[in-house]
Every structure is written in C-alpha cells, then in structure tokens.
C-alpha cells in the first residue's frame, strides 16, 4: 500500500480564511482524491486530481471554493477558500496503491475548526 | 449513481464472539468493487477488504470475511473472534470498475462497533 502523509493534522481557522491542506504520497501514483468526512458522518468525494490535467469535481462542489493543485505524481494540495464554521469537517486524500492497483489508501486526515 | 446502505448505526459484540455487519447497495453496473473500511478513533481510515464483483469466491483476511452476494446486492462483513482492537467505525463503501484503477468510492453512512469485555 502507498504511504500518505497530511498536513496540518489539524488546525483552528477564523471565518472567512483560507487553509491550504498538503497530502504527500511516497510513491508515484496517478489518480490522487480529496474527501469530506462532516462530524459524525461518512465521507463525501470533493473531487479527483489527476496529474497535468484541471481536477474533477463532483456535484456540489466548485473550485472556488476548493482549488486543487497537483503538481506531480506525489504530491496535491486542497485549499478550503472564504471558510465558514460549515467547513469544519475531516479532510482526508486517498490515492491508488503502488502498482496502480484499485485498492484506496488514505492519509491520516486533517481536523479543520472553523469559528 | 450508485447508493450504499448500511442499516445498523450501532453494534455491540463481546471479545471473543463473532458479528456481521450488514451492507446493500444499488448499482446498474455489472463489473465493481466493495470495500469495507475501519475508522477507529484516530481518524485513520483503514482498508480491511476488498471484493471484485466479478468473482464468485468470498473474500477473506484472517478473521474478516464477507458474504457477497450479487443478485441480492449484498455485502456483508463477518468478524470472528473479536477483538478490543476492532472497535471503530465500519464503513462500506463501492467502486465502479474503471479500467482496474482506483475511482470514485461512494461510502455508506456507517456501524459504529463496540467490542466489550
């Protein structure tokens, strides 16, 4: 399985900020994914970035307000824009494993507070 | 598009005893995957198996196990001789095939499991 690191881990923003979260694979993989997981909830896909190429978002979300970056095979970063306390959530990127296979694996996830 | 349902919130087992937990979907694809996912309190999720619809053989690893079946849309994850380190948040989720690559996972709502003493 591929290696996933996030940060922050987690952090406490003031309303109408930005939070750039960081996600870093220790292996090159294609497909990486952004997920939102809102307290007590299951997991929801904000989008699919894919490297070279603008993400996927899916209904409900825009790139306004979460502007993906993928600059190489290893690494992506969600910005969550002008937040309000409804961002406070779990932020989690999954990726495919080494040898491209189905299987998603995820980071640890960051814990974002908005007040 | 694609639903995932689990029908349980909250389970209870003792250590040591086996339980099931309940997982149907809803697809017009015929070739996907399942998965189940463990979500204990730290957050991390954790992949804890995996079923290609397309094989009629019940996956299995170590003391997990599922019963899949097809027609019914059912994928049910069994646990045997549970365990302290078990209790988390089970999440069933399901996956279109896509070339053989990772896709879209549409998750289910959850089973909180409880393992006691």
């Known amino acids: 399985s591929a290696v996933i690191s996030q940060k922050p881990s987690r952090d406490i923003c003031q309303r109408g900020t930005s939070l750039t979260i960081q996600c870093q694979v220790d292996?090159?993989?294609?497909?990486m994914f952004w997920y939102r997981q809102q307290p007590g909830q299951s997991l929801t896909l904000i989008a699919t970035?894919?490297?070279?190429?603008?993400?996927?978002?899916e209904s409900g979300f825009v790139i306004d307000k979460f502007p993906i970056s993928r600059p190489n095979l290893t690494f992506s970063t969600l910005t969550v824009s002008n937040m309000s306390p409804e961002d406070s959530s779990i932020y989690l990127c999954?990726?495919?494993?080494?040898?491209?296979?189905?299987?998603?694996?995820f980071g640890p996830g960051t814990r974002l507070t908005v007040l | 598009a694609q639903t995932v349902t689990q029908s349980q919130p909250e389970m209870s087992v003792q250590e040591a005893e086996t339980v099931t937990l309940s997982c149907t979907y809803d697809?017009?694809?015929?070739?996907?995957?399942l998965f189940w996912y463990k979500q204990p309190p730290s957050r991390q999720m954790i992949l804890v198996i995996r079923?290609?619809?397309?094989?009629?053989q019940n996956a299995t690893e170590n003391r997990f196990s599922v019963n899949f079946q097809k027609a019914a849309k059912s994928f049910s994850l069994k646990i045997s001789d549970s365990q302290l380190g078990d209790t988390a948040m089970y999440f069933c989720a399901f996956m279109p095939f896509n070339t053989g690559t990772a896709s879209k996972l549409t998750f289910g709502t959850g089973t909180r499991l409880q393992v006691t003493l």
């Open positions: 697809t017009s694809e015929n070739n996907y995957y």
């Open positions: 970035a894919n490297q070279g190429s603008e993400a996927t978002y």
């Open positions: 079923q290609e619809a397309y094989k009629q």
């Open positions: 999954s990726t495919g494993g080494r040898a491209g296979g189905y299987e998603q694996f």
């Open positions: 292996s090159q993989v294609t497909m």
